[in-house]
T-cell receptor, first 113, second 116 residues
Framework: GDSVTQMEGPVTLSEEAFLTINCTYT??????LFWYVQYPGEGLQLLLK?????DKGSNKGFEATYRKETTSFHLEKGSVQVSDSAVYFC????????????FGTGTRLQVTL | GAVVSQHPSWVICKSGTSVKIECRSL??????MFWYRQFPKQSLMLMAT?????????EQGVEKDKFLINHASLTLSTLTVTSAHPEDSSFYIC????????????FGEGSRLTVL
C-alpha cells in the first residue's frame, strides 16, 4: 500500500536558519503530493502541492519539488521565522477520484529567536 | 479558497452521553468528506469516508456503531460519538474534496472532545 515517511522531529532552529524537512513516499500509482501545516490549536492548512513529477510547489517562502526518481518531496525554506513554528505533514493522494489522503507522521518545527 | 467549518470547536461531555460534531463545506459541494482522529503529538488517523446519500465506509478497527456518520447533503456531514468514554477524548477533524483533479482536501478547524 501507499505510505509517507517523514523525518522525525522535533526540529529546533534559530530564526533565519535554513529549513529542510525530508519526506519520501511509496505509491502504487502517480499521486499528487502535499505539505500541510498545523499551527497550535488549529486545523490543517494546505501549504503547497505538486501534482506531477518535477513540479515545484511553493508558498510563503516554502518550496518542495516532486522527485519521482527519488520518490521524495522535501520541504525547504531559506529563512525561517518564529511564526513558522508548527507541525508539518507530508501527504499524498490520487487525482481524478475522491480519494483519502495518506499522511506522514508529522514533523514539529520550533523556531527560536 | 474553499472553506470547511466544524462545530463545535470544543466540547466536554459526561461519560455515557452522545456528542454530535458537524462538518460543513461553506462555499462548495462535497460528495465525499473524510473524518480523521488525531491523538496528541501524532498524525491523523482516517476513521471513515463519508459519502453523500449512502453509508459511510469505515477504516479497519473503527467501530461503526460507536462513531455514527451521516452525510445528508452535499454540504453537511455529521459524526456522532455514541456512549462516549474517556478514551474517546481526542481531536476530530473533517475534510472535504472540492477538486477531483488535484486530489486536494480542505480541512475543518477540528473539534476537541473531552469525555469526563
Amino acid at each position: 500500500g501507499d505510505s509517507v515517511t517523514q523525518m522525525e522531529g522535533p526540529v529546533t532552529l534559530s530564526e533565519e536558519a535554513f529549513l529542510t524537512i525530508n519526506c519520501t513516499y511509496t505509491a502504487t500509482g502517480y499521486p499528487s503530493l502535499f505539505w500541510y501545516v498545523q499551527y497550535p490549536g488549529e486545523g490543517l492548512q494546505l501549504l503547497l502541492k505538486a501534482t506531477k513529477a518535477d513540479d515545484k510547489g511553493s508558498n510563503k517562502g516554502f518550496e518542495a519539488t516532486y522527485r519521482k526518481e527519488t520518490t521524495s518531496f522535501h520541504l525547504e525554506k531559506g529563512s525561517v521565522q518564529v511564526s513558522d513554528s508548527a507541525v508539518y505533514f507530508c501527504a499524498l493522494s490520487y487525482t481524478g477520484t475522491a480519494s483519502k489522503l495518506t499522511f506522514g507522521t508529522g514533523t514539529r518545527l520550533q523556531v527560536t529567536l | 479558497g474553499a472553506v470547511v467549518s466544524q462545530h463545535p470547536s470544543w466540547v466536554i461531555c459526561k461519560s455515557g452521553t452522545s456528542v454530535k460534531i458537524e462538518c460543513r463545506s461553506l462555499d462548495f459541494q462535497a460528495t465525499t468528506m473524510f473524518w480523521y482522529r488525531q491523538f496528541p503529538k501524532q498524525s491523523l488517523m482516517l476513521m471513515a469516508t463519508s459519502n453523500e446519500g449512502s453509508k459511510a465506509t469505515y477504516e479497519q478497527g473503527v467501530e461503526k456503531d460507536k462513531f455514527l456518520i451521516n452525510h445528508a447533503s452535499l454540504t453537511l456531514s455529521t459524526l456522532t460519538v455514541t456512549s462516549a468514554h474517556p478514551e474517546d477524548s481526542s481531536f476530530y477533524i473533517c475534510s472535504a474534496q472540492r477538486d477531483l483533479f488535484t486530489g486536494e482536501l480542505f480541512f475543518g478547524e477540528g473539534s476537541r472532545l473531552t469525555v469526563l
